[in-house]
C-alpha cells in the first residue's frame, strides 16, 4: 500500500523568504504525485505534477517541485513567498497503473506574514 | 475550467437519519470522487466511479453508499448517519489515467450529525 508523509502540520514564514514544503512518499513502484492548494474558504486546485522526466517540475502560481528517488521525497518551492501564499497545501500520490485514485497526505498550513 | 458543483454546502443531521450528498459536473469527466477532510487526515477517499453506473469503495467505505446514474451525477450516501460521520465532504472529478489526471473539486459540504 502507498502512502504520503507530510511532517510539518504547520509552517509559518515571513514574506519574501523563501519556502519549502516537505512531501515525503512510500510505494514500491515510479510514483505520479501531485500537489494541491486549498486557500481559505475554498476548495482545492491543483498547482502540478510529477509523472515522469525532467525532476524538477513547475506550476502555476510561481511553485515549483522537486522529485528525489534517492529519499522518496517531492517537496514544494516557492522565491520569495508572498502573504497570499498562505494556505493549506496537500501532497498526493497515484500508485499508477488503471487506477487513478490518489492518496492525500495531511496537508500543511503554510502561514506567511506580512 | 471545469465546474464541479455540490450540495448542499451545509447539512445538519440527526443520529440515525439518511442523509444524501449531491455533485454535479459539467465537464464530461469520467471519474468521480468522494473525500471527507477531517484535522488530523488529510482527505480520506470514500467511494468513486469511473463512469455511469459504476461505484467504487474507496479507502474508508464503511457507513456511506454511492450512486451514480449519470455522467454529470455523482452522490453519496449516509443511511443512518452517526456523529462519527460529522465531516467535510468534497467532491472531485477527472478525466484520466496514469498520472494524467487533474482533479477539479467542488466546494465541499459540511456535514453536522448530532
Known amino acids: 500500500a502507498q502512502s504520503v508523509d507530510q511532517p510539518d502540520a504547520h509552517v509559518t514564514l515571513s514574506e519574501g523568504a523563501s519556502l519549502e514544503l516537505r512531501c515525503s512518499y512510500s510505494?514500491?513502484?515510479?510514483?505520479?504525485l501531485f500537489w494541491y492548494v486549498q486557500y481559505p474558504g475554498q476548495s482545492l486546485q491543483f498547482l502540478l505534477k510529477?509523472?515522469?522526466?525532467?525532476?524538477v517540475v513547475k506550476g502555476t502560481k510561481g511553485f515549483e517541485a522537486e522529485f528525489r528517488k534517492s529519499n522518496s521525497s517531492f517537496n514544494l518551492k516557492k522565491s520569495p513567498a508572498h502573504w497570499s501564499d498562505s494556505a493549506k497545501y496537500f501532497c498526493?500520490?497515484?500508485?499508477?497503473?488503471?487506477?487513478?485514485?490518489?492518496?492525500f497526505g495531511k496537508g500543511t498550513k503554510l502561514s506567511v506574514k506580512s | 475550467e471545469a465546474a464541479v458543483t455540490q450540495s448542499p454546502r451545509n447539512k445538519v443531521a440527526v443520529t440515525g437519519g439518511k442523509v444524501t450528498l449531491s455533485c454535479n459536473q459539467t465537464?464530461?469527466?469520467?471519474?468521480m470522487y468522494w473525500y471527507r477532510q477531517d484535522t488530523g487526515h488529510g482527505l480520506r477517499l470514500i467511494h468513486y466511479?469511473?463512469?455511469?453506473?459504476?461505484?467504487e469503495k474507496g479507502d474508508i467505505p464503511d457507513g456511506y453508499k454511492a450512486s451514480r446514474p449519470s455522467q454529470e451525477n455523482f452522490s453519496l450516501i449516509l443511511e443512518l448517519a452517526t456523529p462519527s460521520q460529522t465531516s467535510v465532504y468534497f467532491c472531485?472529478?477527472?478525466?484520466?489515467?496514469?498520472?494524467?489526471?487533474?482533479?477539479?473539486f467542488g466546494h465541499g459540504t459540511k456535514l453536522s450529525v448530532l
Open positions: 510529477y509523472i515522469t522526466g525532467d525532476t
Open positions: 498526493a500520490l497515484e500508485a499508477g497503473g488503471s487506477n487513478a485514485k490518489l492518496t
Open positions: 510505494y514500491s513502484a515510479a510514483p505520479y
Open positions: 472531485a472529478s477527472g478525466d484520466g489515467r496514469g498520472g494524467n489526471e487533474r482533479l477539479f
Open positions: 466511479s469511473y463512469g455511469a453506473g459504476s461505484t
Open positions: 465537464n464530461n469527466h469520467n471519474n
